[in-house]
């Protein structure tokens, strides 16, 4: 009898334990933390102060939206029935946090999300709008049948035409038309559907700057591109002059980031573009942005980063605000649940199968790497030392913060990205080199647009024609630093190159 009662006493302990055992129960960090915002962000160069972050009282006032979004089908791809669906399915929640109950439950729902999520603020009912999107007529076809880089979103009003938050930029597709994700949609010149209805949709809801949150008030389109990128401290700043452009100015401006694999973003910069990042192995990374704008201390800062950008961003600078009278911040936000998944499988990111495979040639050039001193910065096995480098002519203030782990050299790249815009530390992050062989555009602004390109002296040369990012109206120009492997003769190259490429 006592001996059935300790049997049924431990298997009553046992049960419950071996039962949360199975059940997959995360510790999700709170999103907007004031304590792990306020040493989060990098100081920028010229005021040494960090940009300000919106409270967290007004962050939680914002409603939570996390509508599930569905694919737009290419002409004659869709589905039997499913506009009809989409017309009475309601809004659905993206996940239900009950159903999960495995880290692989969290993974997928991560997944879905990285997918569905849609720019809350850019969602439309114009008819117009929604005509094109249902004639489907898109030279760029996934391999399921569906548009890259837009959804429609069935809501409480009717079906909404929306845009695709992170997979319209970090989604590469294969030339079969298979997805990578987190791979830059930029890697080779797509043409997205998105670039002929984004801009028309961004306008009538006064929206600019790569599907920015932020609502203009009543301005003309000078002006809010001043708002986005402009850096007000600056005596002599250049971003004066976007005050006066025209449509057609802005376009040149956003022809001449694609050719770099860029996009402007919000805080970034229409004059010193940042190139799309992959975004796979950032796990490992310890800084975010090419010049390690914020931190990336584990997945709360991922999940902050991704409400920063999607429905947070920054608007002050010590003591510039750039919004204008009469402009917002967006009211809706993402629940930090579903900013959980979706950080969740950031991190869970692999890279496609490398189709390079190592061989004698391949083994000349890692000799060449170590030679040449590249692993010096770019240390296996993440081929970054994970440190943040001098932009060209940058003095770090003696009050630099602890976090950052400084190496005093410059690799002496073009700087105006790093000191001359609203993302402007003074500093560019060594980036890892694995996945180069994919990754379609070198440098942080995209300038150089092949391995070969980047490792051709005929670059430093100012009558050089850049193959990857120029400014517009310009054809020539150098390709300045990073001068490390530029002296090798055309064998040697071919062997360092052709081992970047295994990488
Ligand atoms: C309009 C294009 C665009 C969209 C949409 C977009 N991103 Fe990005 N993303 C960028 C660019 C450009 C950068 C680099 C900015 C810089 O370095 O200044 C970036 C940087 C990042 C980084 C930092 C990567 C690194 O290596 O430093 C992460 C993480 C990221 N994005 C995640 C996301 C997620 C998740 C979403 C969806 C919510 C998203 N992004 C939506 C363009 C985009
Ligand atoms: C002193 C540190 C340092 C050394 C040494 C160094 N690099 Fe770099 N590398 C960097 C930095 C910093 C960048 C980013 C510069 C930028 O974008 O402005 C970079 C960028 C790159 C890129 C472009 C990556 C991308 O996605 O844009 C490649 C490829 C590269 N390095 C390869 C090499 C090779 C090969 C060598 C040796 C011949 C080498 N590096 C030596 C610091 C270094």
């Known amino acids: 009898m006592s001996g059935l009662r300790i049997v049924f006493c431990s298997l009553s302990v046992l049960i419950p334990a071996l039962y949360s055992q199975q059940v997959y ?3 999700i960090p709170k999103v907007w933390d004031e304590k792990a915002l306020s040493d989060w962000a990098t100081p920028l160069a010229g005021i040494n102060v960090r940009p300000t972050h919106i409270s967290g009282a007004a962050y939680y006032a914002k409603a939570v939206d996390d509508s599930r979004t569905y694919p737009v089908y290419a002409r004659g791809r869709e589905p039997q029935g499913y506009w009809k669906m989409l017309q009475t399915v309601g809004p659905k929640p993206m996940l239900e946090t009950q159903k999960l109950r495995s880290r ?31 004639k489907g007529e898109s030279e760029m076809i996934a391999k399921d049948g569906t548009i890259p880089g837009i959804r429609w979103v069935p809501t409480a009003k009717g079906v909404a035409l929306s845009f695709s938050a992170c997979s319209g930029c970090h989604m590469m597709y294969l030339p079969d038309g298979k997805e990578v994700a987190g791979a830059s949609f930029f890697t080779k010149p797509n043409l997205p559907f998105t670039a002929r209805l984004i801009p028309v949709v961004q306008t009538q809801l006064h929206y600019v700057a790569g599907a920015a949150p932020i609502q203009m ?13 402009g850096v007000p401290w600056k005596s002599d700043d250049e971003n004066a002059r976007l005050k006066t452009a025209t449509v057609a100015e802005y376009r040149a401006y956003l022809v001449a980031h694609s050719r770099g694999g860029a996009v402007p973003r919000w805080n970034g910069s229409l004059l010193y573009p940042a190139k799309v990042p992959d975004l796979i192995g950032i796990k490992d990374l310890k800084y975010i942005d090419h010049t390690a704008t914020h931190l990336n201390r584990g997945i709360g800062d991922l999940m902050r980063y991704v409400a920063l950008v999607s429905f947070a961003e920054t608007t002050q600078f010590g003591p510039h605000d750039m919004l204008a009278e009469g402009a917002q911040h967006p009211k809706m936000r993402r ?7 979706l950080a969740l499988y950031l991190q869970s990111l692999e890279p496609p199968a490398n189709p390079n495979p190592k061989n004698e040639e391949t083994a000349a050039g890692e000799k060449l790497f170590r030679r040449e001193g590249c692993a010096g910065c770019h240390v296996p096995p993440l081929y970054t030392n994970n440190k943040v480098t001098l932009a060209l002519g940058f003095e770090p203030p003696k009050d630099a913060p602890a976090g950052l782990d400084i190496l005093r050299v410059s690799v002496g790249t073009d700087p105006g990205l790093a000191l001359k815009t609203r993302k402007g530390t003074g500093y560019y992050k060594v980036p890892s080199l694995k996945g180069v062989w994919y990754r379609g555009h070198y440098f942080h602004d995209g300038s150089a647009a092949s391995l070969e390109e980047m490792f051709d002296p005929a670059r430093l040369r100012e009558d050089y024609q850049p193959k990857g990012y120029n400014p517009p109206g310009q054809s020539t120009r150098a390709i300045r630093g990073h001068e490390f492997g530029l002296k090798l003769t055309d064998i040697e190259r071919t062997q360092l190159i052709a081992f970047l490429r295994t990488l």
């Not at 879905?112 to 117009?128: C, I, S």
């Not at 008030?217 to 986005?228: D, I, K, S, T, V």
């Open 25 to 27: 129960r995360p510790n």
């Open 104 to 134: 692989a439950d969290w993974l997928e729902a991560g997944r879905r999300a990285f997918n569905e999520v849609d720019h809350l603020h850019l969602r439309t009912f114009d008819p117009a709008v929604i005509e094109i999107a249902r």
């Open 217 to 229: 008030g009543e301005e003309p389109l000078g002006m809010w591109l001043y708002r986005a990128y």
């Open 335 to 341: 629940s930090d649940e579903v900013l959980y998944a």
